[in-house]
């Protein structure tokens, strides 16, 4: 079975500072990753996803993430930090459940960012 | 370029009423799933649908149905509505059911039961 942990629930930073979100995934084989993105009242924004390509990956707004099997992690980070980059985070991993994969999402985590 | 069309953004009903929400997925995406999120809660799978056909079931009650029409926009239907029911309801279509495939959301129906 796959799933994925995120970490931290809360993560604060300063503006200008580097971000660091965890998320760990249990899968028996090389699994599908997804980062989105969902601001207040908003929908789910694809940040970046990872599809047993390069291990690096880069997504939209400068955000990055590394795929590490012997780690099982795939933590998404951002060299420097802003304002709008407030939002709640999640760490997704299609699972697959009969005929098909079905995203299936982390508790999340809520980047909160002080000027 | 098109995105995923959810209607309507915003629902109030009452208890014991009836609700449905519409979703519209991008062209030539023949894979339909809708979630549900309860306030500071990650979102939930309830249903998929491949080429118009229930493909997958989640954690959907008993008390919702969906479909999936030939034009292949979908409804998710609520009946006997609880307190419990109010979320925002996401719609999201890929091209195909394969694992590497990404899925692209819409903008999400705010459901408040009352």
């Known amino acids: 079975a796959q799933s994925v942990t995120q970490l931290d629930s809360h993560v604060s930073v300063s503006e200008g500072t580097p971000v660091l979100l965890r998320c760990n995934y249990s899968?028996?084989?090389?699994?599908?990753l997804f980062w989105y993105v969902q601001h207040p009242n908003k929908g789910l924004q694809l940040l970046l996803k990872y599809t047993s390509a390069a291990t690096l990956v880069k997504g939209i707004n400068g955000f990055e993430a590394e795929f590490k099997k012997s780690e099982t992690s795939f933590h998404l980070t951002k060299p420097s930090a802003h304002m709008s980059d407030a939002a709640e985070y999640f760490c997704v991993v299609s699972k697959m459940s009969g005929g098909s994969y079905i995203p299936t999402f982390g508790r999340g985590t809520s980047l909160i960012v002080h000027p | 370029a098109a995105g995923v069309i959810q209607s309507p953004r915003h629902l109030i009903k009452e208890k014991r009423e009836t609700a449905t929400l519409k979703c519209y997925p991008i062209?030539?995406?023949?894979?339909v799933y809708w979630y549900q999120q309860g306030p500071g809660q990650d979102p939930q799978f309830l249903i998929s649908?491949?080429?118009?056909?229930?493909?997958d079931k989640g954690s959907i009650p008993d008390r919702f149905s969906a479909q999936q029409f030939s034009d292949y926009h979908s409804e998710l239907n609520m009946s006997s509505l609880e307190l419990g029911d109010s979320a925002l309801y996401f719609c999201a279509s890929s091209p195909t059911r394969a694992s590497g495939n990404t899925i692209y959301f819409g903008e999400g129906s705010w459901l408040t039961v009352v």
């Open positions: 062209p030539r995406h023949d894979t």
């Open positions: 899968s028996s084989y090389s699994p599908s």
């Open positions: 649908f491949y080429e118009k056909m229930q493909s």
